[in-house]
Nanobody, 126 residues
Framework: QVQLVESGGGLVQAGGSLSLSCAASTRTSYRYYMAWFRQAPGKDREFVAGIRWNGGDTTYVDSVKGRFTISKNDAQNTLSLQMNNLKPEDTAVYYC???????????????????WGQGTQVTVSS
């Protein structure tokens, strides 16, 4: 069993920056993909950004392209999300997720994610 623990959320003014981190409790024999999702009040959970663990290919939802950067640190077993030029519409609970096995040509938002963190709140004031 893998525990994912997010940190780094908080309150920031529009135009500001935050950096989120996700620490995995153990190393796994297989790790295909990791991603950040978010869920705003009254809305469905939304894929934000993802990274293929072996290779580093990244994917972003259009609304965050050019503002958010996902990265990983193999040695520290962590996933990060640098968020710049934040907007009020970025306000949500942000979750990290891990997918263990390769799933063919399934797009990152639609992968089966095996582990999820508890989430960290990001609030952007206007």
């Amino acid at each position: 069993q893998v525990q994912l623990v997010e940190s780094g959320g908080g309150l920031v003014q529009a135009g500001g920056s935050l950096s989120l981190s996700c620490a995995a409790s153990t190393r796994t024999s297989y790790r295909y993909y990791m991603a950040w999702f978010r869920q705003a009040p009254g809305k469905d959970r939304e894929f934000v950004a993802g990274i293929r663990w072996n290779g580093g290919d990244t994917t972003y939802v259009d609304s965050v392209k050019g503002r958010f950067t996902i990265s990983k640190n193999d040695a520290q077993n962590t996933l990060s999300l640098q968020m710049n030029n934040l907007k009020p519409e970025d306000t949500a609970v942000y979750y990290c997720a891990m997918s263990l096995l390769h799933q063919g040509h399934v797009a990152p938002p639609n992968l089966q994610y095996d582990y999820w963190g508890q989430g960290t709140q990001v609030t952007v004031s206007s």
